[in-house]
């Protein structure tokens, strides 16, 4: 990455949510860790970016490979579009009227997602990881395309333990496409590749993820040598995304289409930074024993 690539990445990171606002008398990072070195606090205090725009004019903003994880949750349309639900009934949020919904879907038809993807690609770091969700239709109608720009390396199964809505067998279960550009290894060598984790229940916005689920995708990509580490969700909904960036010691960039998910994820970013505590997920969604396997 050039050096003016740097700076822009730099004028991101330092725009929206400010980070060194973080009480100076800490000692500890939002992560609970001792700084060892109070000259190098500046750096190590995580930033984060949350930006409303639409997906791809975000990731313009970008420069090239200036991210070192990609990690995102978009709001297929696919599954609305076909997968209706009894007699064409769309249940839940979209029983709703179109201007009072909670957020726009993403087009996904192959020369949107295509687009998605290629950039993706151009700001992803060389050897870097992408963790790109799916719910079964998405899946199956997209999930193929992903191979024509990363090489993909497995599906991850996420199990939410707890049964949800759907018609012909109730869904359990979401999928997580997990791909690099160029060549890095996990972690670790002993994580399966079905995650157990809880969904969330009357969480403050819909399709909100446990923050745990993106932490678990962070603990298996980012080494311990990883300096200044920028995690990218340009799908953030309520944040989760960012919370999890934060608590896994690093810079968070994103973005939502929706000024109510802009709102929501920058306040509970803003909280977390000040206390340390999620105001929007206070129980975990993962046992401890569980956790330890992953980080
Ligand atoms: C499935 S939700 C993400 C939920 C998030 N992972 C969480 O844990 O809260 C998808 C998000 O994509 C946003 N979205 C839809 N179309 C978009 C677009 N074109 N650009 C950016 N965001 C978009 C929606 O507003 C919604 O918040």
Known sequence: MSLDSLKVLDGILDHGIPFKSVPHQESQSPMGEKLQDPALEVRTIPKATIT??????????????????????????????????????IVGNYQ??????????????????GRFLSECKRVLKNDRHLFLMFDSFSMLSLGAMVRDFFNVKNIITWDKVNIGMGHYFRRQTEFILFASKGKRPVTRRDIPDIWK?????????????PVEL???????????????FVVCDPFVGSGSAAIAALRQGSHFVGCDISEKAVALSRKRVKAFL???????????AFDEA?????W
Do not use: C
């Open 197 to 209: 984790i809880k969904r969330l229940h009357r969480a403050a916005y819909p399709t909100q993820k």
């Open 274 to 284: 000040k206390t340390g505590i999620d105001i929007e997920q206070e129980k975990p």
């Open 214 to 228: 993106f932490e678990a995708m962070i603990a298996s990509s980012k080494a311990k040598s990883d300096a200044n």
């Open 96 to 113: 709703e009227k179109e201007e009072s919904r909670w957020f726009e879907e993403f087009h996904d038809t192959s020369e949107n997602y």
């Open 290 to 294: 569980l956790q330890k396997k992953f």
């Open 52 to 89: 409303q725009q639409d997906v791809l004019m975000f990731l313009r903003t970008l420069p090239a490979e200036s991210v070192d994880l990609i990690m995102t949750d978009p709001a297929y349309s696919g599954m609305n579009q076909h997968l209706l639900l009894g007699k064409g009934r």
